[in-house]
């Protein structure tokens, strides 16, 4: 039970995947994550 005033969200559309292939990549794709170091991060601090 919601415990604020405010109106509930919209529901979202349904949407039917049509290309499982480019679905599959995209969700692979979706949890990398890359991170680019740069010498300031090591840098010690005093």
């Known amino acids: 039970m919601r415990k604020d005033n405010l109106p509930p969200s919209q529901p979202k559309g349904v949407y039917k995947v049509k290309n499982?292939?480019?679905?599959n990549?995209?969700?692979?794709?979706w949890g990398n994550v890359s991170i680019w170091p740069n010498k300031q991060?090591?840098?010690q601090r005093s």
């Open 41 to 43: 991060m090591f840098s």
């Open 20 to 23: 499982w292939l480019e679905c």
């Open 25 to 29: 990549a995209g969700l692979i794709e």
